[in-house]
């Protein structure tokens, strides 16, 4: 993972940001703040995770467009701008561009919460819940680190089955053996894990007394300065999203493709704040290079 400037804030301060991208993201099927959303999740996970990545997160993403427009093409029927016959079922732009915006806005959160797992890392999430909620911050981050865990055991996993058999693929009933022989160890790999954790919290005492923080963080002038500018942006952007933005409509033509525009900057400027204080902390740098 790559370390950037925004990590370094009080992890109440990361939160406040997520928390409202992701919650703009889910409330908004305008189509240019769908967009704006999606190319700034981007950005951001790759100044976290590097090019390689995004390009994997970005092709799979696409495919979730894809099949979502696809599906709402063929399914919807609504709209006045037939495009084709399909079975006698008409297929509209309408109903496409519909399924567009919606695959779009899911792809985005997608973006969204793969930044959070990047960013907001298990020990901020416990040192900023831990004390409110110690059992359910506890599990959540738990599971946020459980499922990165899960998947990169698969690809050891599967990359140990193609060493054995020389990276040749056998026939459909092989390669459902392999599938069925991957879960089961990975099965068992995750309850011996599990029973390792919990050994290792009881043996610690975990909820037998009062709990300490790893990491003990204060409020500075900075995360006070940074959250006072977040939550202005956020509610300034809220304003855009809920109100003119919400204005778009797709049935039964579409309509308001201008409405909430000016609050547009305002809200892009809003998900690039951590791409721009990673853009000053490269130039500043280079400049004492």
């Known amino acids: ?41 981007a950005v ?7 090019l390689r990545r995004v390009f994997r997160q970005v092709l799979a993403t696409l495919a979730v467009v894809a099949v979502t427009a696809a ?7 609504l709209g006045l701008t037939v495009l084709f016959y399909l079975g006698g079922t008409p297929v509209t732009w309408e109903s496409v561009f519909y399924g567009l915006c919606s695959g779009g806005m899911l792809a985005a959160v997608l973006q969204w919460f793969a930044c959070y797992q990047r960013i907001m890392t298990g020990d901020k999430f416990l040192e900023l819940f831990g004390r409110g909620f ?17 998947l990169g055991k698969g690809r050891e996993i599967r990359a140990a089955q193609k060493a054995l058999t020389g990276g040749k693929s056998g026939g459909k009933r092989e390669q459902m053996k392999e599938g069925v022989r991957l879960a089961s160890v990975l099965m068992n790999w995750s309850m011996e894990n599990s029973m390792e954790t919990a050994d290792s ?23 006070y300065r940074a ?21 778009f409509v797709f049935y039964p033509f579409l309509g308001g493709m201008e409405a909430g525009i000016c609050f547009l900057p305002v809200y892009g400027l809003y998900l690039l704040i951590p791409a721009l204080l990673e853009g000053k902390e490269l130039i500043w740098w280079m400049r004492l290079r």
């Open 201 to 223: 919290m009881q043996a610690r005492e975990y909820g037998k007394g009062p709990r300490s923080r790893y990491i003990h963080e204060r409020m500075s002038r900075g995360d």
């Open 134 to 150: 110690p059992t359910v911050s506890m599990m959540l981050s738990m599971v946020f680190r459980y499922i990165p865990d899960m």
């Open 71 to 77: 599906v709402n093409g063929l399914t919807g029927g």
């Open 1 to 41: 993972m790559k370390k950037n400037c925004f990590s370094a804030y009080h992890p109440a301060v990361v939160f406040l940001y997520f928390a409202g991208a992701a919650g703009l993201c889910m409330c908004s099927l305008h189509p240019y703040y769908v967009l704006v959303s999606y190319l700034c999740g």
């Open 227 to 247: 959250a006072l500018i977040l939550a202005a942006l956020l509610i300034v952007s809220a304003f855009g999203v809920f109100g003119k933005a919400s204005e």
């Open 44 to 50: 951001l996970l790759g100044i976290s995770c590097g």
